[in-house]
Nanobody, 115 residues
Framework: QVQLVESGGGLVQAGGSLRLSCAASGSIFSINAMGWYRQAPGKQRELVATITTGGNTNYADSVKGRFTISRDNANTVYLQMNGLKPEDTAVYYC??????????WGQGTQVTVSS
């Protein structure tokens, strides 16, 4: 099992910045990728950004140029969010993926952007 603990959410005004962190522990060997997803009220969970162990990144079109995903050698992944918009308001979930099909999720952290 993999445990994921998120931190860094909160309330910010439009145009502001937040940095989310997610620390992985447990059976972290063979994790192929980590990332962030978000879910707004009444909407489906959607991908925000992912990063592989090789450093390859992928972003949703809606956050490109504003958000940056990174990871350190201690199995912590970060999401730097700049230029936040009210439509970025959601619960943000950390995800870890082990091939071929194992997904692990954090408990979620609330991000609220006021206009």
């Amino acid at each position: 099992q993999v445990q994921l603990v998120e931190s860094g959410g909160g309330l910010v005004q439009a145009g502001g910045s937040l940095r989310l962190s997610c620390a992985a522990s447990g059976s972290i060997f063979s994790i192929n990728a980590m990332g962030w997803y978000r879910q707004a009220p009444g909407k489906q969970r959607e991908l925000v950004a992912t990063i592989t162990t090789g450093g390859n990144t992928n972003y949703a079109d809606s956050v490109k140029g504003r958000f940056t995903i990174s990871r350190d050698n201690a199995n912590t992944v970060y999401l730097q969010m700049n230029g936040l918009k009210p439509e970025d308001t959601a619960v943000y979930y950390c995800n870890a993926f082990k091939p071929p099909w194992s997904h692990y999720w954090g408990q979620g952290t609330q991000v609220t952007v006021s206009s």
